[in-house]
């Protein structure tokens, strides 16, 4: 059983197009992330989702707009896409009330903007 | 702003060895977790070893162990016996009242 998914795991796109990459989790977390990882493999959060109320939000474009239908679910819409968001995407989960357990990772989505 | 400085972009060891990878970090905080997670070329990020910054004793999980000095802010792991699958990026992250901060990572080589 996969704990953290993702889709797709590679997205390849022009610029200015419109995508979204969806996250699932089946750990029974209350808590999503959405990470990027840049090409210097520098990690940084971008938001976070506790029971589906937005509750992190780093200084991010507002090109990009995270939506989260359910507890298990949080998905990453990004609009008009730039050569610079070229990134590996991951979304996490983690039970909010136990920080010491980590969080859990799906595999990452490379999105490549051409 | 808590910060996590990985002072090795890239480490070496033989296979069979051992291998210490640094990590330091900075907080104004007393209740918080540590964490090293590895990242091998398929890129899926894996939780390897957790601390709690009030317990004493030193996390061990298998080969893996780290050696937590919380006064000098130093989180280092301890990789023996180090294995061809060890290869990847190691992460040292961070977790107090703030989002998860990682540092810059590790790359580690290993050489049959």
């Known amino acids: 059983d996969t704990a953290v998914s993702q889709t797709p795991k590679y997205l390849v796109t022009q610029m200015g197009n419109d995508k979204s990459i969806k996250c699932e989790q089946n750990?029974?977390?209350?808590?999503m992330y959405w990470y990027k990882q840049d090409s210097k493999k520098f990690l940084k959060i971008m938001f976070s989702?506790?029971?589906?109320?937005?509750?992190i939000n780093e200084t991010v474009p507002n090109r990009f707009s995270p939506k989260s239908p359910d507890k298990a679910h949080l998905n990453l819409h990004i609009n008009s896409l730039e050569l610079g968001d070229s990134a590996v995407y991951f979304c996490?989960?983690?039970?909010?009330?136990?920080?010491?357990?980590?969080?859990?990772f799906g595999p990452g989505t490379r999105l490549t903007v051409t | 702003a808590q910060t996590v400085t990985q002072s090795q972009p890239e480490m070496s060891v033989q296979e069979a060895e051992t291998v210490t990878l640094s990590c330091t970090y900075d907080?104004?905080?007393?209740?918080?977790?540590l964490f090293w997670y590895k990242q091998p070329p398929s890129r899926q990020m894996i939780l390897v070893i957790r601390?709690?910054?009030?317990?004493?004793q030193n996390a061990t999980e298998n080969r893996f162990s780290v050696n937590f000095q919380k006064a000098a802010k130093s989180f280092s792991l301890k990789i023996s016996d180090s294995q061809l699958g060890d290869a990847a990026m190691y992460f040292c992250?961070?977790?107090?009242?703030?989002?998860?901060?990682f540092g810059k990572g590790t790359r580690l080589s290993v050489i049959a």
């Open positions: 750990l029974g977390h209350d808590t």
């Open positions: 989702y506790n029971n589906k109320e937005l509750i």
């Open positions: 992250a961070y977790k107090g009242n703030t989002p998860l901060v």
């Open positions: 601390q709690e910054a009030y317990k004493q």
């Open positions: 996490a989960s983690s039970r909010l009330t136990t920080r010491g357990s980590g969080q859990y």
């Open positions: 907080t104004s905080e007393s209740d918080y977790y």
